[in-house]
């Protein structure tokens, strides 16, 4: 049985990051020894690419933007020695109450706060959250360039395009993206799809797969979960290689060709830790058809 799960490294440009990454968007608890100690777990466990952003923390128009990397920012300034173990991802770009700004003085603004809140002098990967769709590409080209001339950030990416949208960025940058992040589980299957794991392909950029639980979905039957043909499949994989749900549910995430990274988000060091599973089982063709064909509800032609 040959196994789709490649265990190499990822590249995100000059840095290498490992399979599972930690994200911070329930990082929202101001106990900063708890904080750090999810920190800790997440990188003793290889997931050295961190993932923030300042609407993480958010609740409502007056209280919590900036919320979760204030507290990261927190942990940094008492252990700094952390912050050279890690590759530091945010994003910026969503501006309650208006829904997105990229435009070149709120992008620049914005790198600037996080850089604050973090406690940082650089951000290892910036991307922009969601796309603005009343600003011209060209003008967020050319102010992710000046912040990255200014050493401000390293590496460019972004967040919930579309593969258009990622090419209309795409082409008035002069240095390449390294990453895209779209939503994907074995519940919401779209950039298998919609091209975006193609561009990745195509562009040799890594996608970094949000909410690879499926928002805790995949813990749930029926309608607010996993339709029982999936449940099915999930439950008899993971019967098959020792493992719970969730290892199988990350190992379809990182099988794709494409080596995603899949980012988790449990407030629980032991999660963390447990996590790792899904590095060691095995999932052939046959498994992640199987996974397709059963989410969809539609064999394949």
Known sequence: MSNLISGAP??????DVGLLAYGMWRFDNDDIAHAQSLVEAALAAGMNLIDTADIYGFQSVDVGF???EEIFGRVLGQAPHLREQMVLATKGGITPP???NSSAEYLRSAVE???????VDVIDLYQVHRPDMFTHPAEVAATLTEL?????????????????????????????????????S??????????TFDRAMRDDITPLAWSPLGGGRI?????????PELTAVIDGL????GVDRTAIALGFVLAHPSDPVAIIGTQKTERIASSTAALSITLDRNDVYAIVQASERVPLP
Request: aromatic share 8%.
């Open 219 to 227: 813990f749930a039957d029926g309608p607010d979960g996993m339709n």
């Open 238 to 241: 993971a019967e098959r290689e």
């Open 10 to 15: 990822r590249s995100l440009g000059q840095f």
């Open 113 to 119: 706060a996080s850089l604050r809140r973090l406690n």
């Open 186 to 195: 074995v519940i919401e299957l779209g950039p298998l799809r919609d091209g």
């Open 66 to 68: 900036g919320e979760a």
């Open 148 to 184: 990255r001339d200014e050493g401000k950030i390293r590496e460019v990416g972004v967040s919930n395009y579309t593969p258009d949208q990622y090419d209309a960025l795409a082409a008035h940058l002069e240095f390449p993206m390294v990453t895209t992040q779209p939503e994907y």
């Open 98 to 100: 208006t829904p997105y």
